[in-house]
């Protein structure tokens, strides 16, 4: 016998199909956004790794998309040549990964001092650091080139040259200080942004921590070093891992102080250089497709051990940033 189905029944049925219907266009819509999102981002390195990997002919060829007809390993060789890969590559981990790493302890430091001690100036002093964070890097770089040309810190140079009558310059151009000072001093390449979330950290943290390790007998930077690190490792790798990538493609900092020396993301500008002055010495006509190639291997090669870096630390990476509470 079937059963009467009342009006109420009806309705919540009716009810829960248009809530399901709603909840599944709902559905497609999201997965279009991400989709398209994905694209949007994911294309760059599609056509990165699609053209580095393939013959000029197939460069030229409108019916090569995506997956090359004539695979070849000779642009990964070119652009590793060109950019002299090696030498660029330590170069750039003396001046560029060396200087992220003591950024991220000093500016660690100093975000715990603004998130834990209280001092005449600490609102004053924090407005400022987030001062730094607004002004362009650009804005710096000529009078920060003229101090490293003439240095003088707290007129000592000026001193020793008035009493000894000498005309005496500290000139710290082309030597590693130009990135090494800024970085121990936390005012490197975007140390002002990396404070602020060292401070959000270690303002999330509770106090007991430290009132158990004074009770203990632990001074301040014994507290730090002992107790607050190991709590902060996700802060860490995240400002580490921004410190790094940043660090790594700045290209303006290192032609701006160092004459010769070449990292990747000036080994990187340089490929087209390379190739005009071997076109040049051995006769044969550049070739724009080449250069195309080239340079796209030569990205490829750039990038690599920084994907290599966030595939490994992507896990703290992404607890670091929920835990400063600069997103969400």
Known sequence: MNRVVSADERASRLYQLKKNGRGFLWSLFRMAILLGLAFVVLYPLINMLSVAFRDVQDLADPGVVWIPKHFTLENIRDAWKFMDYLQSFFNTLLLNVLPALIQTASCAIVGYGFARFQFKGKNVFFMLVLFTILVPQSVVYMPTYLMYRDFDPLGIVSLINLISGNSMQLNLLDTPLTILLPAVLAVGLRAGLFIYIFRQFFRNLPHELEDAAYIDGCGSLNTFIRIILPNAINAIITCLLFSVVWNWNDYYTTIMYFADTKTISVALVGIQDAMTSMSEYEG?????????????????????????????????????????????
């Open 284 to 328: 044969i006509r550049s070739d724009p497709y080449q250069l195309a190639t080239r340079l796209q291997a030569g990205c490829l090669l750039s990038i690599t051990p920084l994907l290599l870096l966030f595939a490994v630390a992507q896990r703290f990476f992404t607890q670091g940033l929920e835990r400063t509470g600069i997103v969400g």
